[in-house]
């Protein structure tokens, strides 16, 4: 019996020695950085489609970094971005905004371009509504370009079949930008940045770009 009772004991204590290993590695990475893991959830946005009715997640989101010891290492965590998802993140935010009802929207390396269709009255205001929705999504370091025209809804989906290996997709962004700015592009972002989040010295990269 104490044999039995000994062998159970033994059996328990692997099986629990075996889930804590498994726990661990799904919050620990071998490159040692620490990762917030919910039930393994890898997108940003989770929604179920039961009945047609969306499910709004009570937890919190919480995530604590430190930063590299290497030199511009924590820039790498944006190569991970899954820009479709964010594009689609950005487009139904916008499509709550008031007088918004249909939007399109193009996430790149370093831009956000957002075409949408509007009836409102204050134009500057819409523009501006839409463009800090964005901003609000997006790393900081992304400049956002907005537009009312719907025509240019068409330019923003044909670019969605480019990528940043394109041929000439560097100069199609930035001739579409062109078009996309004859629009209304909202308030100053602060007192060092326009409108699109741009400082003097991305308008004159941006002006360099626009030479070659």
């Known amino acids: 019996m104490k044999r039995l009772v000994c062998i159970t004991g033994l059996c328990l204590t692997a099986a629990l020695a075996g889930c804590a290993a498994a726990d661990t590695r799904g919050v620990y990475e071998k ?18 489609s039961k009945n047609g009715i969306r499910n709004v997640s009570t937890d919190y989101g919480y995530v604590r970094h430190q930063k590299s010891p290497i030199l ?16 689609n993140i950005i487009s ?27 009836d409102s009255k204050d134009r500057n205001l819409t523009a501006d509504q ?15 370009y907005v537009t009312d025209n719907r025509s240019l809804m068409r ?20 001739q579409l930008i062109t078009q996309m700015k004859k629009s209304p592009q909202g308030s100053p972002m602060n007192t060092n940045e326009n409108a699109n989040g741009e400082t003097p010295d991305d ?10």
């Open 31 to 48: 490159s040692g950085n620490t990762l917030n893991v919910n039930n393994h959830r890898t997108e940003l946005y989770n929604e179920s």
């Open 72 to 87: 511009n290492d924590n820039n790498n965590h944006y190569a991970a971005l899954n820009r479709e998802q964010v594009a």
């Open 92 to 118: 139904r935010y916008s499509t709550n905004i008031p007088n918004v009802n249909d939007v399109a929207t193009l996430v790149t390396d370093q831009e956000v371009l957002i075409a949408y269709h509007t």
């Open 130 to 144: 839409v463009k800090k929705t964005a901003m609000s999504v997006v790393p900081r370091f992304y400049h956002v």
């Open 155 to 174: 330019d923003v989906e044909n670019l969605s079949h480019l990528d940043s290996t394109s041929k000439n997709a560097r100069n199609s962004v930035t």
């Open 203 to 212: 308008q004159i990269t941006r002006l360099n770009l626009n030479k070659k």
